[in-house]
């Protein structure tokens, strides 16, 4: 609701701070004396145009604030979680609009700068404003789709066809996404199946470029490669008769000596001919494994060309080939079975459209039923309003083409003024006082749908009077009790259904100034009666306003 609205230099008002109450709020006062200045400067806290000259004389800049205390639960809170700003649902929320000489303006929530549009957005979702010649919200049909489902439809069938055109988009996406792959691969189907059979072809194995480098270079030094295994046979050959000379010396010497002395020598020399004789025996296999044949040189060579080739034509390491190669035999096996997989993902997403098209209906069935339910409850309000010839209708128009999450259905409010002729859009259709019974018909209707909390009617009776007016501020008052309404009135009727009375009026002789006054039971009941007798009051004119005072607390 709104708490309270400070106002600095707006036009005639200087200085002014206002406090309101929950429930009905009636400003009265004569023609002239600034009522309409109040709700210019709240529309400026709300993001509306301003212009320099709207500041008072003599000030260089306006300033606007409207303080507010929403309930937890209230979207303006979320609006402000995605914009980054930081607010504190247990505390007020400020909306604040200065404006200087040079046109120049600045606009804040809970003193951070933010944009006129942001504050703007922000203020719709605050405050809904009800004149003769303009009108928010309920004018707008993008509202009328939600509104009607917070009026009669199940939360339980919005949620679920939400939810099935979710999975109807997921299963859209995944069919899209497979068919994207399938197109990708035909496109270079011709290309896998050369590359498969390249590689079957040549059938490459993990680390096979390393084997053939080091066995192509030992074929490149093979012939000095057996010169120098035939030296060392030779040397170690003619080893063995000068280690064998050594030990027969020593074993003579033996007895002299005693058996420890050459023990370990002997040993020693022992283990030098069987290293011998076991290097020796190592050699000769070497030496039979070095093939001088040319032939078998150059078809590694080849082998080798013919890797190192097939891997940079593939832009990958040679080791990386067999890899590789099982990479685009599963790409081939993917193509071959992507036609199967395509046509099974068709049938999920053909039968997750069946759910939501059936989901979509049975939305489409309810919001009939319930725009049936809401226009019976509107065309009960018109007649006490002076509406009696008019007829409310809401339009819902089911579109397969326009699926989306809340459904495919286009909703609005439309009326007829007239007997005979057709319905239209509430704004072309009804003139500045009945479009204002209108919208106060609507709201009363769908108190408990909109979330709006605080709205307000600039003079909704005008041009009215009498049981009309008397019904027009009854239905203030009962929709009063669901959301917090100001308004701005003439008619005695309605200023008695008020929990909260101000008075606007015009100060001083020299220098004019608007100024705003709370009114006492005892005030009240004066201005009431100035309501009803006009320039002079009368007993009688007092007596009428103190029985209007007392049948609006019945």
Not at 474 to 482: S, V, Y
Not at 510 to 532: F, G, H, K, Q
Request: charge should be negative.
């Amino acid at each position: 609701m709104l708490v309270s609205l400070s106002i600095r230099d707006v036009v005639l008002i200087e200085r002014l701070d206002l406090h309101f109450e929950a429930g009905l709020s009636v400003l009265t006062g004569e023609t002239g004396a600034g009522k309409s200045i109040l709700l210019d400067a709240l529309g400026l806290a709300l993001g509306a145009r301003g212009d320099a000259g709207m500041i008072r004389a003599g000030a260089e800049r306006l300033a606007v604030s409207a303080a507010f205390a929403p309930s937890a639960a209230h979207p303006a809170w979320a609006m402000l979680a995605e914009q980054g700003l930081d607010a504190a649902a247990n505390e007020p929320l400020v909306l604040r609009r200065v404006l200087s000489r040079d046109g120049r303006g600045k606009a804040f929530i809970n003193d951070q700068p933010v944009g006129v549009a942001l504050l703007r957005g922000l203020g719709d979702l605050l405050v809904e404003v009800h004149g003769q010649f303009e009108a928010q919200g309920l004018l707008n049909p993008a509202t009328h789709r939600a509104l009607l489902d917070a009026f009669g439809v199940s939360p339980g069938l919005l949620s679920a066809t939400a939810a099935a055109h979710a999975a109807w988009g997921e299963a859209k996406q995944a069919k899209a996404a497979a068919s994207g792959r399938l197109a990708r691969a035909k496109a270079e189907e011709e290309f896998l199946r050369h590359a498969c059979d390249e590689m079957a072809a040549l059938a490459p194995v993990p680390g096979e470029e390393e084997t053939l480098a080091e066995r192509r270079r030992v074929l490149q030094h093979g012939g000095r490669l057996i010169e120098a295994i035939e030296a060392a046979q030779a040397e170690l050959g003619r080893a063995e008769a000068p280690l064998s000379a050594a030990a027969r010396a020593l074993e003579r010497a033996r007895d002299a000596a005693g058996e420890a002395m050459f023990a370990a020598v002997l040993e020693g020399i022992e283990r030098a001919r069987i290293e011998a004789d076991e290097a020796l025996a190592q050699l000769a296999p070497l030496a039979a494994d070095i093939d001088l044949d040319p032939a078998q040189a150059d078809a590694i060579e080849e082998r080798l060309f013919a890797l190192r080739a097939l891997a940079r034509k593939h832009g990958v390491a040679v080791d990386g080939l067999p890899a590789l190669a099982a990479e685009m035999a599963a790409r081939l096996q993917a193509l071959d079975d992507g036609a199967s997989v395509l046509a099974k993902l068709a049938r999920a997403e053909a039968q997750a459209h069946r759910a939501y098209a059936e989901a979509a209906r049975a939305l489409s069935q309810a919001r009939a039923a319930a725009a049936g339910a809401l226009d019976a409850q509107v065309a009960a309000e018109l007649p006490p309003l002076k509406l009696e010839k008019a007829r409310f209708v809401t339009e819902v128009a089911a579109d397969p083409a326009n699926a989306a999450a809340h459904g495919i259905d286009a909703v609005r409010f439309l009326i007829s003024t007239n007997p005979g002729t057709p319905p239209g859009p509430l704004a072309k259709i009804a003139s500045g006082g009945e479009l204002a019974r209108f919208m106060l018909a609507l709201k009363v209707v769908l108190a408990h749908a909109d979330p709006v909390p605080t709205l307000v009617f600039d003079e909704v009776d005008a041009g009215i009077g009498g049981a009309t007016a008397a019904a027009v501020g009854e239905r203030l008052g009962r929709l009063a009790r669901e959301a917090q309404v100001l308004v701005v009135t003439h008619s005695p009727q309605v200023a008695a259904q008020g929990a909260q009375h101000l008075k606007v009026k015009k100060d001083g002789a020299d220098a004019v100034a608007t100024t705003v006054e709370p009114l006492s039971a005892a005030a009240r009941l004066e201005e009431i009666a100035r309501m009803l007798a006009g320039a002079t009051l009368t007993e009688e004119a007092r007596q009428a306003a103190a029985a209007l005072l007392h049948g609006s607390r019945r």
